[in-house]
């Protein structure tokens, strides 16, 4: 309408002969008659208005932008492939779906290039499945590196980044002198290589971190990266016996030597280079086992008994007196005296036994009885008229020949022959 006057009313002479013009929407020209504007969203072809339309055929793989097929400004837009989430006002875009990207006006699958596998390396999870525009390149990244990138590439457990290659780790540096490697500490180094280390003494000093180095039982880590044989120190303990294997597989490094009791009983098993005072010594220092020896002033006229001077089992004994003959030793029981044949246990010491009280007058001793008596002191004694009589008994005495024996209560002697009539008392013979 031109001033509210429709373009089909008022024509002007001049203009009755003028053809009817298609206009797009909203281009309605002041002053020219016969103008007929298309309906929104259409376009003028052949002087009539067509709706416009995309042109071309719909893209694979891909997504048409919202309402991008609807309310076209002009026509002549045909498809368009763009990158995934890149929509814009612009008509009839297809954004291609997440692992797909523009070529040419197609969207194509997006792949990993190359698509094999670096040496010593494993993929990061699903990273060849839904690659963004501009993630295909083949990129490495170190043990337990992956990002959100695409197409990585982790080395291996046990390789690192060298280069752009993933090479083997390695334990590096000077391997500790008699030192053994913790469990496994070679194998699977996470992060390239690792400087050696020595830790300490046993495995219990490994900890999780690789190429770790301890000294093994009998060594200890004299240095940074030593271990020295552990050893005995300290004087070897004067008449000592070492507890047995003591001075091999010192578990905490270097021992003083040391004497800990008598016997090998008194041998400990938690520790090591320890010595014992052995049978017949006892301690008496760290350093000094002392032969042990009966002591105190040795019974007069007294035996030991057989051996108890030797081998004293815990120290020094003092000697006892322990009776009369062999038989009262004790098993067992050292530095015990005993008093011998002819002599009787007399308080500390041992006395000579004899024979006691008067000795009869016209006899004769029995053959050796005045010696080795075996129980102490007897009293002398007429036992009869010859030598038959005697007995095992000591002290005994008989009669000499025309001296026959005399018996009275408590009182035996020789007396003369008897006169016819005459009578003899008790006592001195007449």
Do not use: F
């Amino acid at each position: 309408m031109d001033g509210g006057v429709r373009d089909d009313e008022q024509i002007p002479d001049a203009q009755h002969l003028i053809s009817k013009l298609a206009v797009l929407n909203g281009a309605c020209t002041l002053g020219r008659k016969c103008e007929w504007q298309c309906p929104p969203w259409n376009h003028i072809s052949a002087n009539n208005c067509i709706l416009s339309t995309c042109g071309g055929s719909p893209i694979a793989n891909a997504t048409l932008c919202a309402s991008d097929d609807i309310q076209l400004p002009s026509g002549g837009i045909n498809y368009t492939a763009i990158p995934t989430g890149t929509c814009s006002a612009t008509k009839c875009e297809y954004q291609c779906w997440l692992g797909y990207h523009v070529s040419g006006n197609s969207c194509v699958l997006s792949e990993c290039s190359p698509s094999s596998a670096p040496i010593n390396t494993t993929m990061c999870a699903s990273d060849n499945v839904w690659i963004p525009d501009g993630e295909t390149a083949q990129v490495i990244v170190e043990t337990n590196a992956c990002t959100a990138r695409k197409c990585e590439w982790y080395c291996n457990l046990g390789y690192h980044l060298s280069g752009g290659i993933c090479i083997l780790s390695n334990c590096t540096g000077t391997v500790p002198t008699n030192a053994t490697m913790c469990a496994n500490d070679n194998l699977d180094l996470p992060s390239g290589d690792v400087p050696r280390t020595l830790v300490g003494i046993g495995t219990g000093s490994c900890t999780a971190t690789k190429c770790e180095y301890y000294c093994p039982l009998g060594y200890w880590n004299s240095g940074p990266t030593t271990c020295s044989l552990a050893v005995c120190t300290g004087t070897v303990p004067t008449n000592a016996t070492m507890c047995t294997n003591d001075n091999v597989s010192l578990p905490n490094g270097n021992e003083i030597r040391t004497v800990v009791g008598n016997g090998s009983g008194s041998c400990t098993t938690t520790a090591k280079c320890e010595y014992y005072c052995p049978l017949g010594y006892y301690r008496t220092s760290a350093t000094m086992c002392t032969l042990a020896v009966c002591t105190g002033t040795v019974p007069a006229n007294g035996t030991l008994c057989t051996n108890d001077d030797i081998n004293l089992p815990s120290g020094n004994v003092a000697r006892t007196l322990v009776g009369t003959g062999s038989s009262t030793c004790t098993a067992g029981t050292y530095c015990e005296y005993y008093c011998p044949l002819g002599y009787y246990k007399n308080g500390a010491v041992c006395t000579l036994a004899v024979c006691t009280g008067t000795t009869p007058l016209r006899a004769t001793m029995c053959a050796n009885d005045n010696i080795n008596l075996p129980n102490g002191n007897l009293p002398k004694i007429v036992v009869g008229n010859a030598s038959s009589a005697c007995t095992s008994i000591k002290c005994q005495w008989y009669c000499n020949s025309g001296w026959p024996m005399k018996s009275c209560s408590g009182c035996n002697m020789c007396c003369p022959a008897n006169s016819t009539g005459h009578v003899y008392t008790c006592g001195a013979c007449p």
